[in-house]
């Protein structure tokens, strides 16, 4: 029998009880059909989580800041190659219990639209294009390329329109409109819908009145009729309970369950489908949508190869050497040196080639290993703190003295008495490790110093950091400024004569940021979100209006745009030319980047290509990003990139939700960040332009 016909035939041996039991996240044994236990939840958001040693990664955010899709790819199959071994060792020890199976609820494709969100490290920044490619290419490298097998289940989360606020996620409803809708919240689920990711998760709001589980819009209409999507869904965990304890849609679990079973999710991570054996018994739901739901849940079981033998599985021979091996290993220290950005140099201050004497190391974020772990994590044998690192880097260099204090707290103030202790005989080269880490922003719950659920109330550093930071910096030392965090952090801009961006940067991390500092690898990680000036730029929190939102819809000088990083060396964009002066419906076109390195140091820079209408409406957007590349160019020499230009590049989404080619002169920007906003000045700090008809 092929795949469909044995999935038909195990169906139909099964007891109603007993297919309910396969729709619920700890799906039981079967054993007189052949039918192990198996538990669906697994995550995988940076490294295998949750389950003993792995090898952890930089967060998400960061793994966006490289803006390199082929290597997230080989990021995602070094986690794979993990996420299996793992498995096939937890087979043979008959363990089938969470976190050690082969449905991994990742990636999050969410649109980080505010950065005030404490999940918005999980995603991959604020821009649809990029999000949907960095998204892809994470699932690429999960789910393998054999035709006939998953090497992983990959998951497409959280289907819809969410965002935060952390705090309302039970009850909230996020109103949008069809043009922010089409435009900015599901560009990147059709992408990876496209791509046959073989999950889709739904979120715990409500969107335009439904429960995003149990909704006949998102899930019917749009997910599997619009778009065709044929995997299963799955519930966020105990979101469907919600639906009767929270959004007060239901008034029973049992109608809970049927709301969202009739719905489309296939799959409840929580406590509720349990009930739709009652369901059943109340004519709520039929036998034929409980063996449909059945159906799509054993078809990604039998693609992961759980019904057949050992030697069918391309990746039975990986085994526990692979986990968190040397190889490994070097791959996260790597994709941290890629995504940390260089934010601020003033007078090349970095890198530290010329060794000075003494350094001195301060700030909370220092020595604290919890400014690598970002969230969803698993277990390193070794995390590398940044001072670590630092002290790694200059262990050998026996003339230079090296310092630590803590200098400050990071979640409170100091006691009165301590804010200046030892300033007087501080070193003229400061490092100040400062910003966020986990227990300071993230999900509901596991952010323990967080006062709004793991959200943040302002985007600005901490004022207790800034205070020390404030007199370290009037003490006439220069200062080198490391941050942490997952999200947009606002600060003078002349608090520091360098800036660092190192996210949440992995084991590894320590090691990355030394290097940066001390000259052996050139920065030339990019922002996937805009930098605010200040929180009093943002709308307000819970309006899902992309109006004032991102680089798109700012109108206002942000602090640090989209797409922005500074190098060791200096790039020039010499030229953008077009293979045409007109584009229509169907057609495409050649953009052609010529980029010229007039530094001293070969180097990575990522070409940027925006599209502009020139006479937008209000609610169009002042420029998307539609191409992008990451390209090295050694010192002194020019390179051409070239890019693909299909006329959907130039659409525009209307009112009612549909991607249009509206006729007119539109511009395309060709540099280094996303073009500012022309209210505040005109272009990207480094870009080539050029106008194209359309229409």
């Known amino acids: 029998m092929n795949r469909e016909e044995r999935i038909k035939d195990l169906i139909s041996k099964m007891t109603l009880e007993e297919k309910v039991s396969q729709l619920s996240y700890t ?69 089938r219990g969470q976190y050690w199976g082969l449905t991994f609820w990742t990636p999050n494709i969410n649109i980080f639209r505010d950065p005030r969100w404490g999940r918005g490290q999980e995603t991959y920044g604020e821009d649809p294009y990029l999000t949907g490619r960095i998204g892809l290419a994470l699932v690429k490298g999960l789910q393998g390329k054999d035709p006939e097998h998953l090497k992983l289940a990959a998951c497409a ?106 719905a489309g999710c296939d799959l409840n991570c929580g406590c509720t489908y349990p009930e739709l054996t009652v369901s059943y018994k109340k004519g709520l739901v039929t036998e034929e949508a409980i063996d449909t739901a059945l159906t799509r849940l054993l078809r990604t079981r039998f693609k992961l190869g759980m019904f057949d033998p050992p030697e069918a599985d391309p990746w039975a021979r990986l085994g ?39 350094i001195a190391v301060v700030g909370p974020g220092a020595a604290n290993p919890h400014t690598l772990f970002g969230n969803y994590y698993g277990v390193s044998p070794r995390f590398i703190t940044i001072l670590e ?29 301590n804010v200046e202790f030892g300033l007087s005989n501080m070193a003229d080269i400061v490092i100040a490790v400062m910003g966020l880490d986990g227990a300071m922003e993230g999900e509901e719950g596991d952010a323990i110093a967080s006062d709004s659920n793991g959200d943040r ?67 030339s990680g990019k922002l996937p979100i805009t930098f605010p000036a200040a929180t009093s730029q943002l709308p307000p929190y819970e309006d899902y209006r992309m109006q004032g939102r991102t680089y798109r819809y700012m109108s206002e000088k942000p602090l640090y745009p989209f797409g922005f990083g500074l190098s060791y060396t200096s790039f020039r964009f010499d030229s953008l030319e077009l293979s045409g002066s007109s584009i229509n419906a169907g057609s495409a076109l050649t953009a052609t980047v010529k980029l010229t390195n007039t530094g001293k140091r070969d180097a990575e820079e990522v070409v940027q290509l925006y599209v502009s209408k020139d006479e937008r409406g209000p609610d169009d957007p002042a420029s998307s990003l539609r191409a992008f590349r990451r390209i090295f160019v050694p ?60 229409g």
């Open 389 to 417: 690192g630092i002290g790694e880097k200059v262990r050998d260099k026996y003339g230079i003295n090296l310092e630590y204090r803590q200098g400050c707290l990071m979640y409170d103030e100091n006691h009165p008495t």
């Open 157 to 262: 989360k959280h289907f819809a329109v969410h965002s935060g606020p952390e705090k309302f996620r039970h009850t909230f409803d996020a109103v949008v409109s069809k043009k922010d809708l089409f435009e900015t919240y599901l560009p990147a689920f059709k992408v990876l819908v496209d791509a046959e990711v073989e999950t889709v998760m739904g979120a715990y709001n409500r969107t335009l009145g439904e429960p995003c589980c149990g909704s006949t819009y998102l899930l019917k209409d749009i997910l599997r009729g619009r778009w065709g999507f044929k995997g299963h869904v799955v519930s966020d965990c105990w979101a469907i309970r919600d639906f009767h304890e929270n959004h007060k849609i239901t008034k029973s679990p049992e109608e809970s369950a049927a709301l969202a079973l009739n």
């Open 457 to 523: 109330e302002s985007i600005e550093l901490p004022p207790w950091q800034l205070k020390y930071l404030r007199k370290v910096k009037a003490s006439g030392r220069k200062v080198i400024l490391v941050l942490t965090g997952g999200s947009a952090i606002a600060f003078p801009e002349d608090i520091a004569d360098a800036v660092l961006y190192a996210w949440y940067p992995g084991e590894k991390g320590g090691l990355a940021v030394a290097d940066i500092i001390f000259g052996d690898v050139v920065p």
């Open 27 to 95: 799906s039981a044994a079967i054993p007189r059909l052949g039918i192990p236990e198996y538990n669906w939840w697994n995550e995988c958001l940076h490294g295998v989580a949750r389950a003993g040693i792995a090898t952890v990664f930089p967060q998400a955010i960061a793994l966006a800041a490289t803006f390199d899709e082929s290597f997230v790819e080989q990021v995602a199959d070094a986690i794979s190659d993990e996420a299996r071994a793992k498995y096939n060792e937890a087979v043979k020890q008959g363990n």
């Open 320 to 358: 526990r050497e692979t986990i968190n091996s040397e190889k490994h290993q070097a791959l996260a220290r790597k994709a941290a040196e890629k995504s940390i950005v260089l934010l601020k140099n003033d007078g090349d201050l970095l890198p530290l080639d010329n060794s000075p004497k003494k």
């Open 635 to 694: 010192a002194g020499k020019t390179v051409s990139v070239e890019f693909a230009l299909a006329a959907a590049a130039f659409e525009s989404v209307n009112a009612a939700g549909d991607s249009v080619l509206v006729p007119g002169a539109y511009t395309v920007y060709a540099g280094d960040a996303a073009p500012l906003p022309v209210s505040v000045e005109k272009g990207a700090p480094q870009a080539a332009r050029a106008g194209i008809r359309v």
